[in-house]
């Protein structure tokens, strides 16, 4: 398995360190800043002995090394500052997605695609309308990242390690995601009869504010270990072939009474990408917030339209 990954700031260059020294591919790491890419490439590949993998690293400023790829990683773009929405990022981000999308057409055209540029179902949309992929190549990492917030939150709440709990969370990546509490358990235990609803509902709004309370310390940059950890979750899946599901962000056809828009629904990951997309029976409330949420993505990606021309 060999995947590139499309940008060295902090979340590119966490994803790689994640994928090498875990064992799960050989690793391009391209950034346009010179230098950047391959500095974090060779202290990366001079820690292997240290973290006992053979598994290659490079770097450059060059799409040519991207070649021969199976997963496309897009983590470029501008982070997020304090008080600024997903949404805001959408002038500078869609922009340049779209310019790293071309050259990755021209050089690993049949290289499944993750992208984790925010605002990031609107950006999965932009590479899949660049790239004339087909849905089961082209996904955002999103749920599994909103996912793993939910479980170390309820975590934390209960007393209990984050692995233990079961949960998934759907919708946007932003305001509008869709935790699930009805079908949130702790060993099989419903979390409703662990924790009282106001407690849930915390945690509910806590979730949807995961990336924008770590901006809130930060300052400067926002959250990198987490997506790097979500993103090496997805490769394994597909390196592995395990059929996993993952809440991952795709372009729906039908699903969930939805259709064009790209939106965080249950899938299972494979060798072949998004293998399946499940579909779960949703209350009338939750079926109302996973549509609100489509809403929303489809007027942002009519707003970038506008922008673009």
Same mark, same amino acid.
């Given at each position: 398995?060999?995947?590139?990954?499309?940008?060295?700031?902090?979340?590119?260059?966490?994803?790689?360190?994640? %994928?090498?020294?875990?064992?799960?591919?050989?690793?391009?790491?391209?950034?346009?800043?010179?230098?950047?890419?391959?500095?974090?490439?060779?202290?990366?590949?001079?820690?292997?002995?240290?973290?006992?993998?053979? *598994?290659? #690293?490079?770097?450059?400023?060059?799409?040519?090394?991207? =070649?021969?790829?199976?997963?496309?990683?897009?983590?470029?773009?501008?982070?997020?500052?304090?008080?600024?929405? *997903?949404?805001?990022? %959408?002038?500078?981000?869609?922009?340049?997605?779209?310019?790293?999308?071309?050259?990755?057409?021209?050089?690993?055209?049949?290289?499944?695609?993750?992208?984790? +540029?925010?605002?990031?179902?609107?950006?999965? !949309?932009?590479?899949?309308?660049? %790239? =004339?992929?087909?849905?089961? /190549?082209?996904?955002?990492?999103?749920?599994?990242?909103?996912?793993?917030?939910?479980?170390?939150?309820?975590?934390?709440?209960?007393?209990?390690?984050?692995?233990?709990?079961?949960?998934?969370?759907?919708?946007? !990546?932003?305001?509008?995601?869709?935790?699930?509490?009805?079908?949130?358990?702790?060993?099989?235990?419903?979390?409703?009869?662990?924790?009282?609803?106001?407690?849930?509902?915390?945690?509910?709004? *806590?979730?949807?504010?995961?990336?924008?309370?770590?901006?809130?310390? %930060?300052?400067?940059?926002?959250?990198?270990?987490?997506?790097?950890?979500?993103?090496?979750?997805?490769?394994?899946? #597909?390196?592995?072939?395990? !059929? /996993?599901?993952?809440?991952? +962000?795709?372009?729906?056809?039908?699903?969930?009474?939805?259709?064009?828009?790209?939106?965080?629904?249950?899938?299972?990951?494979?060798?072949?990408?998004?293998?399946?997309?499940?579909?779960?029976?949703?209350?009338?409330?939750?079926?109302?917030?996973? !549509?609100?949420?489509?809403?929303?993505?489809?007027?942002?990606?009519?707003?970038?339209?506008?922008?673009?021309?």
């Amino acid at each position: 398995m060999k995947v590139t990954v499309v940008g060295a700031g902090n979340v590119g260059a966490t994803c790689a360190q994640r %994928l090498v020294e875990g064992n799960l591919a050989d690793v391009y790491l391209v950034d346009v800043v010179e230098g950047l890419a391959q500095g974090k490439a060779l202290d990366l590949a001079q820690a292997a002995p240290l973290a006992r993998h053979a *598994r290659t #690293i490079e770097g450059g400023v060059s799409y040519e090394g991207a =070649q021969g790829s199976d997963v496309v990683v897009i983590t470029a773009g501008v982070a997020r500052k304090p008080g600024m929405s *997903r949404d805001d990022l %959408l002038k500078i981000n869609g922009g340049i997605v779209t310019e790293v999308c071309e050259n990755l057409k021209a050089v690993a055209p049949e290289a499944m695609v993750i992208m984790v +540029s925010n605002p990031l179902d609107v950006t999965t !949309h932009l590479a899949a309308q660049v %790239l =004339q992929a087909p849905r089961e /190549r082209v996904m955002g990492m999103a749920g599994a990242l909103d996912t793993a917030r939910y479980q170390t939150f309820i975590a934390w709440e209960v007393g209990c390690a984050p692995y233990e709990i079961e949960a998934m969370v759907l919708g946007g !990546h932003g305001d509008s995601m869709v935790p699930l509490p009805r079908l949130t358990a702790v060993n099989g235990v419903p979390l409703n009869e662990l924790l009282p609803p106001e407690r849930i509902e915390a945690i509910v709004e *806590r979730t949807r504010q995961g990336g924008a309370e770590i901006v809130g310390y %930060l300052k400067t940059g926002s959250a990198f270990y987490a997506p790097a950890a979500a993103v090496a979750d997805m490769v394994a899946a #597909i390196a592995c072939d395990q !059929h /996993r599901i993952i809440p991952c +962000s795709v372009r729906l056809e039908g699903e969930y009474g939805l259709r064009d828009v790209f939106l965080g629904v249950p899938c299972r990951l494979g060798s072949g990408g998004v293998e399946e997309i499940v579909e779960i029976y949703l209350t009338e409330e939750e079926s109302a917030a996973v !549509h609100a949420a489509a809403e929303h993505v489809a007027r942002t990606v009519a707003e970038w339209e506008k922008l673009a021309g």
